[in-house]
């Protein structure tokens, strides 16, 4: 029987955006063991089958000795364990885990860019983004690495770099969607018309501009709109704080409801997804989960966000840190019922040619059985 090694940052993030590929490998034969931080959900894990194994790492710090001690434990288990198949998913595991799977010869690696994050926004690569990119290249400069992309963004500055080959490129839109579990539900009758966000409370995601468009449409519109920001604090130093959250949000007007678990239940009581980030996204999930249930989506002209929308047919496109264009298309949205309706319809089109699970799934699967040929 093959073994696969998934390492993935957070045991939410591995529940949240791996677990069908997981459970596919599961059913195909793999002892597919899951490498990751225990933030409290690892039994729900370990209730599926899965091996579980801590991984020591800080997702958003870059302490050289906590960095150190990720790459220690993940070169030490790799050549104690000797996987056929690690799939490292986000670009720290890719650094760490690239490095480790090189030094130990382990036979076959899968690497999944998941979005690069604020490191790499700018027009100009900086000196630690151009290390870690050479580093990457090093680890991918052997047989048996597949490299999987989201968006073409992120895909260009591999190529232009030298990180990556053109025949170790694999791609997919996003990390998919249960089309079943997320119908399409069309969008309520109620009479106060709900924007909602779904993300980390993170500035680069967006949500300190969403709150200021909300504030400049609230002379208009309150007691007619609500706004939801759905998602938790973050330790990151662009992290918005709870006192600021507090701050801005009444509680009525602008609601900020923490971490949920009932995301596919808020979106079908919602009218709009308002989601700007300008974070170097991979192809986000919430504007996949949002474009499923069909509802039009304000979003930014950024990398991953721009490939879920169509601009004019499923949503709007806005420039990055730009509260006057995010009111002003929330309002045309507000305002008109049978433009929310018909971008909502092309949502849930787009969704279902672009990103649906089974196509990710299969991409998946037909990684791996390559590489173990």
Not at 122 to 136: A, P, R, V
Not at 137 to 146: D, E, G, I, L, P
Not at 161 to 183: N, P, R
Request: a positive charge; one cysteine or more; charged letters at 30%.
């Amino acid at each position: 029987m093959p073994n696969l090694f998934l390492v993935v940052n957070e045991d939410r993030f591995f529940l949240s955006h791996r677990k069908p590929i997981a459970l596919a490998a599961q059913k195909a034969g793999f002892e597919t063991v899951i490498v990751t931080k225990d933030t409290g959900q690892r039994s729900e894990i370990e209730k599926m089958g899965f091996k579980v194994l801590d991984l020591p790492i800080n997702p958003t710090g870059m302490n050289p000795l906590q960095e150190f001690k990720t790459y220690r434990y993940l070169r030490k288990l790799y050549k104690s364990e000797s996987p056929d198949i690690v799939h490292h998913v986000g670009l720290k595991n890719i650094l760490w885990g690239g490095l480790a799977a090189k030094a130990t010869n382990t036979k076959s690696v899968v690497n999944a860019v998941s979005g690069l994050g604020g490191l790499f926004n700018g027009d100009h690569l900086s000196f630690i983004s151009k290390c870690i990119l050479w580093l990457m290249a090093y680890s991918n400069n052997r047989k048996n690495v597949k490299v999987i992309f989201q968006n073409n963004d992120d895909l260009s500055i591999f190529l232009k770099e030298f990180v990556v080959k053109s025949e170790q490129v694999e791609f997919t839109k996003g990390s998919g969607i249960d089309l079943k579990e997320f119908s399409y539900v069309e969008e309520p009758d109620d009479e106060k018309i709900t924007v909602i966000f779904t993300g980390r409370m993170v500035r680069e995601k967006g949500v300190c501009d969403l709150i200021e468009a909300a504030e400049l449409l609230k002379n208009e519109y309150a007691g007619k709109v609500r706004f939801l920001l759905c998602g938790r604090l973050t330790p990151n130093k662009t992290g918005v704080t709870e006192e600021f959250m507090k701050e801005h949000c009444d509680g009525e007007y602008i609601c900020w409801l923490g971490e949920r678990k009932d995301v596919r239940q808020l979106l079908e009581k919602s009218h709009i997804m308002a989601f700007p980030s300008y974070y170097r996204e991979g192809v986000p999930k919430s504007l996949i989960e949002a474009s499923a249930i069909g509802r039009p989506i304000v979003t930014c002209d950024s990398t991953g966000c721009r490939d879920v929308v169509d601009y004019g047919i499923n949503g709007f496109l806005v420039n990055p840190r730009s509260p006057l264009e995010i009111k002003d298309v929330l309002k045309k949205l507000i305002d008109d019922k049978d433009l929310r309706i018909r971008m909502g319809k092309a949502s849930r089109e787009k969704a279902e040619t672009e990103f649906s699970i089974e196509k990710v799934v299969a991409t998946h699967m037909k990684i791996y059985n390559e590489l173990l040929k």
